[in-house]
């Protein structure tokens, strides 16, 4: 016998029919009570009858699901031998069978191994299942859609793919779906159901399959109860209905529900006699047993007009007008969704607060709970609320999971260095962070890749380039030789520790899920996860703690179900690795409440709610509410509408447009749940910053309560704002950052004051972190030198320095305070990057202008072949020994000596062509300041204490690339050259600021050197230049021949920098000159005169400038030795110390704090001439004071 229980949300259908069974089950002591909920519902079920049952237990009532019931009924008849095929299994199989066919699937196959395709499929194939689709109904949909080219090609492959998919589990499994079907069959066998009364509880439909089980227990049972929601004013056994109406499901449920009665009873008929129609049956069916909630107003909301109001008029047709000001009912707005959640805590605080409410008489509902629930989290959490938020979470960035997909991904790539260090980092490993810090350094440094390096010993030290040289025997080299142990003990471990599986790069899965098994249980990866769950316990995170308790024992599971379902199929491991991700993606870790007093948080259809007061309803926007639910998957929304359309007679899941009117009956169900109050709430912008539109949900409400004003409660009062201490101080800490950059309004000061003392006075434990905060937003920067006794420490009485190392200094004090006092480096990277290139143009020109002089070969006539000979072997010297053989590493490095050579004939010929047009001659070549001897211009005295015999001195160390001489005899003219891989211009305002020495001090250097061999003869300084090292692309006009190209580049490698302004110095530079040169910043005007752009400067002007660059020197070396680490970076035009600064992510300059300050630096040509004037008169004031 069938019966119905009628009756609108909330009016008690489900209290009414538990009464009535546990009533009989006094009565009927040996009769068996069943009642069938939904999987979500059973928990909360049980507690509701067990409650209202006088004695509290339920002995012969049983509360389960179609699940459980299958369980239950299959161990009663003694079937369980067969393997019941879960969601995880089901991925695995059609990946599996994806791959097995291959081309014959020319639509799906190609897009099954892109990200969440295969949930896509398999969703598909799970409503085939649900809905009795076999093969014989898609070979119907096949045929009838054969006008419809893509949407039939689908079908064929879905077809194929589904035959293929049952017969590899054929006799083997069966599908979560198929259990159900197993059911049907067994439901006969069973006594426990034999003359039972079972209760449908909770449902709002049923699936096919559903339908068929129902079947099955019409005949085994002697009762079964439907409860069914629909308000009895909508004619529940009304067969005429629409499927916009909102009942439109209910009045299905109960004509597809009679439908089976009266199928059984044609069966039943059938020898006897025979039944009317089955819409004439409907009309004489006894329906006096079934029960009709008929109340005026819904139980559950007696006593709240507004609410009884809106569940008696939403979405129905000639809704009235409620014309009062509802007290059930509230909306806001807020700008953003975390506005809206926090506006939502602080009325539930204030619902705490006013002592009628506990947090289990609330619930939160979401439109989207993907985007609510991390907000819901976090906010909840600065409130001091308890909640639950009832969602699966998936473990896709667990460090199980990481630690098992980088350990197949070391094997399969050959030991990438990211699937390496992917592994080491995982949190799995029993390695220590500050170890995988040193591997990962020395492997980048030594540019280690590959399993053919990774399984010779590690016994490299790090290349000469990025290490100075350490002596055998001392402690560096002892330190040295304990870190290559380490590293050669940490390469060995990984290589054993992953060996089961590199014999298994190709094998049956069954031995690839054996040696990955073998991988995790020798690593103790279950003592690793415990102890995190352990952490997490301590922390109070009892979800994060579920999370690392349950991921183990699924992972494993998943991978002895990857062996015992395709156990035999002979796989590589990268396919394996495939189809073990996604079976990684359908891992979900599922929570229960651990406290009784919380806050329920869900979404609209899952969540089951049970005796609130006050219900949320956060996110009601548009594509939220109604939700995407199409979207467009294997069978897209149009082509199942299309489908729909044919007629073809196959019963497929709804289509959007029936789910959205569907979604309407939750909506009413959801909204009818609150006896006190419903808040509905949206936001005007998502969590992407794009524009969001209030559901429609929000006008209809509006339309029916025109009394309903809709509150933005973010612009109420302070007081109202601030009502839990742990969000106060976050509202504390962004006005006191406003306040400390002085744009807090007064009227907001007064309010700081009060929350500072107030929350100052509600927990005396927030004090220290108040304290952190006040510091936090008053932070500013102060520059506080180190002490004089910790900068010796650092950088001893004898300051061993460089020009280049000045420079840094006078561009940023901290700068250099990092990379010379503290000595941090950049990581070290095995790679031929920019300064590499200048250090090779370095040392091939230093090999090549010796061999010349070593050879006494005169520049001016060497031929081209022997000076190419010379250069070819320079070259082949120093890139087979240069950053241990990297030139040599891979291709493109290959190509870059190519092209070193292109530049470096280039740079050969240029600078034998400008050595010939004047009388100078190279004469060093990468001179050391230490082979100039003792010299005051390097070795500097910087203060002395003689009465504590204390001497600060700054030794400065360098190498002056080139130094070409001219001899009469009188004098000794001296040419510096730097050799520069950019382009570089020498600037005297840059100079006058510090971060331009280097050139002047060379010469002073190269000066002083030949003052001590010139055998007395006058040594002038003639030119300091650089030299750009490049073969440059030259502007090129049509009939250019090769000489005019040749001079355009000659022209461009011009070297630039200061000349002498005397007409001898510029004729031995480059003699015969009358015009513009093209080897030195220098030309003549006609008259004869020196042109305006030329760049030189007189001998006085120049002894000024050196006498400047040496004090400036002084300068430096005396403020590194009192401790000067100012953070004091420059700008200048477009230009910013910062921008290339390997050490401003250190510092922690921002210009927005209070103390932090750029330098404004002009370095143009006129700052230039002001620079030299200010040099002057410095010197001049200088000269006076010393006269007077």
């Given amino acids: 016998m069938l019966r119905f229980c009628f009756g609108a949300s909330g009016a008690g259908k489900s209290t009414t029919v538990f009464g009535e069974i546990i009533d009989r089950s006094f009565q009927e002591k040996d009769r068996d009570f069943i009642i069938i909920v939904p999987d979500q519902f059973t928990m909360q079920t049980q507690k509701d009858v067990v409650r209202m049952h006088p004695s509290h237990a339920i002995m012969n009532i049983d509360v389960l699901s179609f699940g459980r019931l299958s369980h239950r009924i299959f161990e009663e008849v003694g079937l369980s031998s067969f393997s019941v095929l879960d969601d995880v299994g089901k991925s695995l199989i059609l990946r599996r069978v994806s791959d097995i066919l291959g081309d014959k699937l020319p639509v799906i196959g190609p897009n099954m191994h892109k990200p969440g395709y295969i949930d896509e499929v398999k969703s598909t194939i799970s409503e085939f299942m649900q809905y009795g689709i076999t093969d014989k109904e898609l070979s119907v949909l096949e045929e009838k859609s054969s006008t419809r080219g893509a949407l039939n090609s689908k079908i064929k492959d879905l077809r194929l793919l589904y035959r293929e998919f049952h017969n590899y589990i054929s006799g083997k499994y069966i599908t979560t779906e198929e259990t159900l079907d197993i059911l049907c069959n067994s439901i006969p066998k069973s006594e426990l159901l034999k003359g039972s009364v079972i209760v449908f509880d909770g449902f709002t439909g049923f699936t096919p399959i559903q339908y068929r089980v129902i079947e099955k227990l019409l005949l085994q049972a002697k009762e079964i109860i439907v409860t069914v929601t629909i308000d009895p004013k909508e004619k529940p056994y009304d067969s005429a209905f629409e499927e916009q109406e909102l009942f439109m499901l209910s009045k299905k449920t109960v004509m597809d529900l009679e439908r089976l009665e009266y199928k059984i009873q044609q069966e039943e008929m059938k020898n006897v006699g ?69 506006q939502t805590m602080i009325k539930i605080s204030d619902a705490i607060r006013s002592g009628k409410y506990a947090y289990r008489d609330i619930a939160i509902v979401c439109g989207s709970l993907e985007e609510y629930s991390e907000l819901l989290a976090k906010s909840s959490d600065r409130f001091g609320i308890p909640v639950y938020i009832d969602q699966n979470t998936a473990l896709m960035l667990n460090p199980f999971i990481e630690y098992i997909t980088s350990a197949l991904g070391i094997v399969i790539s050959g030991y990438k260095y990211e699937d390496v260090f992917h592994y080491m980092r995982s949190g799995m490993t029993s390695f220590t962070r500050q170890d995988t810090d040193l591997l990962d350094n020395y492997v980048r440094a030594l540019g280690i890749k590959g399993q053919k390096q990774w399984d010779d010993r590690f016994s490299r030290r ?143 259809e899952r969540t089951r709610l049970k005796e609130i007061k006050l219900l949320f309803f956060l996110g009601v926007v548009d594509g939220a509410i109604p939700s995407n639910v199409g979207g467009g998957g294997i069978i897209s929304d149009i082509d199942r509408q299309f489908l729909v359309d044919l007629g073809t007679g196959v019963e497929l899941a709804p289509t959007p447009r029936q789910q959205m009117y569907i979604q309407r009956l939750y909506l009413y169900m959801n909204m009818t749940k609150p006896t006190d109050k419903l808040f509905l709430s949206y936001s005007e912008l998502g969590s992407d910053g794009k524009s969001h539109r209030p559901a429609y949900l929000i006008p209809k ?98 300051l061993e320095n460089s020009v280049s190392r000045l420079e840094l200094f006078a561009s940023c004090c901290y700068a250099h305070f990092i990379k010379y006092g503290l000595r941090l480096e950049e990581r070290q990277e095995y790679d031929f990057d920019v300064s590499d290139l200048g250090n090779v143009f370095h040392e091939v020109l230093e090999k090549y202008t010796a061999k010349i002089m070593e050879k006494d070969l005169d520049w001016r006539s060497i031929n081209s072949q022997e000076s190419e000979e010379i250069l070819d072997k320079a070259l082949a010297e120093c890139v087979e020994n240069y950053g241990d053989t990297i030139l040599f590493s891979n291709i493109r490095n290959q190509f870059m000596i190519e092209r070193i050579r292109r530049i470096l004939l280039r740079t050969v010929s240029v600078l034998k062509y400008q050595i010939s047009k004047g009388r100078f001659n190279p004469a060093f070549v990468e001179m050391d300041f230490r082979e100039a001897g003792s010299l005051d211009e390097i070795n500097i005295t910087l203060s002395e204490d003689e009465e504590n015999h204390i001497r600060e001195q700054m030794n400065l160390h360098g190498r002056i690339d080139r130094i070409d001489l001219c001899r009469d005899e009188d004098h000794v003219y001296v040419k510096v050259i730097d050799f520069k891989s950019g382009k570089k211009k020498f600037n005297v305002a840059a100079l006058f600021h510090g971060l331009q020495l280097q050139l002047v001090m060379y010469m002073d250097v190269a000066v002083a050197a030949q003052k001590k061999l010139s055998g007395g003869k006058e040594v002038i300084p003639a030119a300091v230049l650089y030299y750009h090292v490049d073969d440059p692309m030259v502007d090129g006009k049509e009939g250019m021949g090769p000489e005019e190209i040749n001079e355009a580049i000659k022209n461009e490698l011009k070297m630039t920098g200061l000349v002498s302004d005397s007409d001898d110095v510029i004729q031995r530079l480059d003699e015969g000159l009358s015009s513009k040169s093209d080897i030195i910043p220098v030309a003549y005007t006609k008259s004869g005169g020196l042109t305006a752009n030329s760049s030189t400067i007189s001998s006085g002007d120049y002894q000024l400038v050196s006498r400047y660059v040496n004090t400036k020197i002084k300068e430096f070396g005396r403020r590194i030795l009192n401790g000067d680490i100012a953070v004091n970076p420059y700008e200048s035009g477009d230009r910013n110390s910062c921008t290339f600064c390997e050490y401003k992510g250190i510092c922690g300059y921002d210009e927005r704090l209070s103390g932090y300050k750029t330098r404004k630096l002009d370095l143009s040509e006129k700052a230039g001439v002001r620079a030299l004037e200010n040099i002057r008169e410095l010197f001049e004031e200088k000269t006076s004071d010393s006269a007077e």
């Fill in 462 to 604: 790090m290349p000469a380039r990025f290490k100075k040289k350490v002596k055998e025997g001392s402690p560096e080299a002892e330190r040295d030789v304990a870190i290559m142990a380490k590293l050669e003990d940490m390469r060995s471990h990984i290589s054993t520790q992953l060996q089961p599986l590199t014999k298994v790069r190709k094998a049956t899965a069954k031995e690839i899920s054996e040696a990955l098994l073998t991988v995790i249980s020798e690593n103790a990866c279950s003592e690793k996860l415990l102890a995190y769950r352990d952490m997490f316990l301590e922390k109070g995170d009892t979800r994060k703690a579920k999370e690392f308790e349950q991921v183990y024992d699924k992972v494993v599971r998943l991978i002895e179900q990857i062996g015992d379902l395709i156990g035999s199929d002979e796989i590589t491991l990268s396919e394996y690795r495939d189809i073990l991700n996604v079976g990684f993606g359908d891992i979900e870790v599922g929570t229960i409440p651990q406290d009784v007093d919380r806050i329920i948080v869900g979404d609209m």
């Fill in 274 to 342: 025979s039944l009317p129609d089955f819409n004439t049956w409907r009309t004489l069916r006894d329906r006096s047993l079934d029960i009709i909630i008929k109340d005026q107003h819904v139980k559950r909301l007696e006593g709240n007009p507004s609410l009884s109001f809106l569940e008696e008029n939403i979405f129905r047709y000639n809704a009235k007008k409620y014309d009062k000001e509802p007290e059930g009912l509230e909306i806001y707005e807020a700008q953003t969704p975390e506005t809206e959640v926090r």
């Fill in 701 to 798: 409400v509006s339309y029916m309560f025109p009394e309903l004003k809709i509150q933005r409660p973010e612009e109420g009062s302070f007081e109202k704002q601030n009502v839990a201490a742990g969000d106060s101080l976050i509202n504390a800490s962004d006005m006191l950052r406003q306040y400390a950059l002085g744009v807090l309004p007064d009227e907001e000061k007064k309010n700081l004051y009060a929350l500072m003392h107030v929350l100052r006075d509600v927990d005396a434990t927030k004090n220290a972190y108040i304290e952190k905060l006040m510091e936090a937003a008053f932070r500013h920067y102060e520059n506080k030198p180190l002490s004089k006794a910790l900068a010796l420490t650092l950088y001893g009485a004898n």
